[in-house]
């Protein structure tokens, strides 16, 4: 199984250098062209695209999560952190392991 990125250009740049593809997207139909592209390989399994753009396109993501076991999609924040009203990722995952982890989210 494989992870795609649609995300902006320095977060797929950051993602490719842990090895992972990607495509970078700023608009809706950029997104969504993306998402095809990560539809076209059977390997992918995992899509990882940040909050901003996903919320361009939510209704077909909501479409795929309800009708498709594969990809799973993963919204993350952006490098502008986290829309209003989201978790950050640190809260994310504090909350999957239930440990404390880090200092404190303002340092």
Known sequence: MK???IADQD?????????VDGRAAGTAEETSAALD??????????????????EGIRA???EIRMHQ???????????????PGRKTLREFVQE?????V????NE
């Open 69 to 83: 076991a594969r990809p799973l999609i993963v919204v993350i924040p952006g490098p502008e952190g986290p829309m």
């Open 60 to 62: 077909r993501i909501d």
């Open 37 to 54: 592209d990560a539809f076209k390989d059977r390997q992918v399994g995992i899509v990882i695209m940040t909050d901003v753009l996903a």
């Open 96 to 100: 999957a392991i239930g440990i404390q």
């Open 11 to 19: 977060t797929v740049r950051g993602f490719r250098l842990a090895g």
């Open 102 to 105: 880090g200092g404190e989210e």
């Open 3 to 5: 992870f795609f990125c």
